[in-house]
């Protein structure tokens, strides 16, 4: 397989398994963070840099719990759970399409999930925790992909006409798309952070 003809459904499962290690990765990471912080409160974990990247604000926050769990654990169940999909579909398997659209389901709670850290930890905490955001930028693009392969493989049916004719255009310029979603967000995170950064520059 050679990048010229390197197609999304080829790529996919590749794109499934290298997201979700990256994902079980910086949950671990995060994790142990967390079990230092509960051992001792005083602890300082190794990403907290300045008072803006500080995985320690947001770990001591309680919104880096979510029903009283830390965000972290929820990683540890979701992202071996996008590892075992890539690797089956690796192994030649075929899903059915109810899979496929729980699987959408499961994905859009998760990017809602991860969006609303992300404000959280904008505009609540005020702090951010780069372990955070590379889990974010791993669920972006795992929703990103699965919702572009299952509306390629029908499992999302679309309508012809003009929401099928703009799928087009999205297909074409999928990466380019997701690129600017990533400089957007780092937009908004220089602009708010700015009076931090500026007066570093």
């Known amino acids: 397989m050679t990048v010229r003809n390197l197609t999304l459904k080829k790529a996919f499962p590749y794109i499934l398994v290298i997201g979700g290690v990256l994902g079980i990765i910086c949950s671990l990471i995060l994790i142990n963070d967390q079990i230092h ?82 404000w959280l930890s904008m505009y609540r905490i005020h702090a951010l925790c780069p372990y955070c955001l590379a ?24 309508p012809k006409g003009r929401l099928q004719r703009i799928y087009t255009w999205i297909r074409a310029n999928h990466l380019g798309i997701l690129i600017l979603w990533f400089l957007a967000l780092t937009a908004l995170i220089l602009n708010h952070f700015w009076y931090y950064y500026g007066k570093h520059l």
């Open 37 to 118: 912080v509960w051992q001792n409160p005083h602890y300082v974990p190794s990403c907290s840099f300045n008072p803006v990247i500080s995985c320690g604000s947001v770990i001591d926050s309680k919104q880096g719990h979510v029903f009283g769990i830390p965000g972290p654990i929820w990683g540890l169940i979701a992202f071996p759970v996008i590892v075992t999909v890539g690797a089956t579909l690796l192994a030649g398997a075929t899903l059915k399409r109810w899979f496929w659209r729980g699987l959408q389901a499961g994905i859009i709670g998760g990017v809602g999930f991860a969006l609303w850290l992300f």
């Open 135 to 158: 889990t974010d930028s791993v669920m972006y693009t795992l929703f990103w992909y699965i919702t572009l392969y299952n509306i390629d493989q029908k499992h999302i049916p679309l």
